[in-house]
T-cell receptor, first 109, second 114 residues
Framework: AQRVTQPEKLLSVFKGAPVELKCNYS??????LFWYVQYSRQRLQLLLR??SRESIKGFTADLNKGETSFHLKKPFAQEEDSAMYYC???????????FGEGTQLTVNP | DAGVTQSPTHLIKTRGQHVTLRCSPI?????VSWYQQVLGQGPQFIFQ???????GRGNFPDRFSARQFPNYSSELNVNALLLGDSALYLC?????????????FGDGTRLSIL
C-alpha cells in the first residue's frame, strides 16, 4: 500500500532562513509526487509536482527514489510562506491520491 | 467562477442518521473527488468520479457512497453515521480523470456527529 510520511507536524523558522519540509513515501513503483499548500483562510491548492521540475514561489522539490523522499526546500523563507503543507502521492496510472499528515510551517519575522 | 462549491458548510447529525453532501465542480471540470479530513490529519481519499463513473475508491466502508450527475456535480452519501465520521469533507475537481492534474478543492463541509 502507498503511504506518505511527513515527520514534522510543526516547523518554525525565521524570515530569511532556509527551510526544508520533509516527505518520505513508501511505494514500490514509480509514483507521481506533489506538494499541496493551504494558507490561512484559503483553500487547499497545488504548489508543485515533481514531473514539472519547476520552482514555485521559490520552492523546489526533488524526487529521490533511492531514499524515497520528496523534500520541499526554499533557500530564504518569507513570512507569507507560513501555511500548512501536505505532501501527496499517486501511483502510476493510479486512482487514488494519498496525502501525508501535513506540516504547519511558521515563518517568524 | 466561484471555484468548487460545497453545501452545506456545516452539518450536525446524530449517530445512526444518514447525510448527503453536495459538490459543484469548476465549470468544464469533469472529475470530482471526495476526501475526509479528520482534525490533525491529512485528507483521506474516499472516491473519484469521472464522466459519471466511479474511477477510484479508498478504504472506506460501504456506508459511504457517491454519484456524479450529468452536469458533473456530485453527492456523497453516508449511512448509519458513527461518531468517527465527524470530519471535514472536501471535494476536489479537475479537468480530466487524471489525479495527477491539479486538484481544485472546495472549502469543505464540516460534519459533526453527536
Amino acid at each position: 500500500a502507498q503511504r506518505v510520511t511527513q515527520p514534522e507536524k510543526l516547523l518554525s523558522v525565521f524570515k530569511g532562513a532556509p527551510v526544508e519540509l520533509k516527505c518520505n513515501y513508501s511505494y514500490s513503483g514509480s509514483p507521481e509526487l506533489f506538494w499541496y499548500v493551504q494558507y490561512s483562510r484559503q483553500r487547499l491548492q497545488l504548489l508543485l509536482r515533481h514531473i514539472s521540475r519547476e520552482s514555485i514561489k521559490g520552492f523546489t522539490a526533488d524526487l529521490n527514489k533511492g531514499e524515497t523522499s520528496f523534500h520541499l526546500k526554499k533557500p530564504f523563507a518569507q513570512e507569507e510562506d507560513s501555511a500548512m503543507y501536505y505532501c501527496a502521492l499517486i501511483k502510476t496510472s493510479g486512482s487514488r491520491l494519498t496525502f501525508g499528515e501535513g506540516t504547519q510551517l511558521t515563518v517568524n519575522p | 467562477d466561484a471555484g468548487v462549491t460545497q453545501s452545506p458548510t456545516h452539518l450536525i447529525k446524530t449517530r445512526g442518521q444518514h447525510v448527503t453532501l453536495r459538490c459543484s465542480p469548476i465549470s468544464g471540470h469533469k472529475s470530482v473527488s471526495w476526501y475526509q479530513q479528520v482534525l490533525g490529519q491529512g485528507p483521506q481519499f474516499i472516491f473519484q468520479y469521472y464522466e459519471k463513473e466511479e474511477r477510484g475508491r479508498g478504504n472506506f466502508p460501504d456506508r459511504f457512497s457517491a454519484r456524479q450527475f450529468p452536469n458533473y456535480s456530485s453527492e456523497l452519501n453516508v449511512n448509519a453515521l458513527l461518531l468517527g465520521d465527524s470530519a471535514l469533507y472536501l471535494c476536489a475537481s479537475s479537468l480530466t480523470g487524471n489525479l495527477g492534474q491539479p486538484q481544485h478543492f472546495g472549502d469543505g463541509t464540516r460534519l459533526s456527529i453527536l
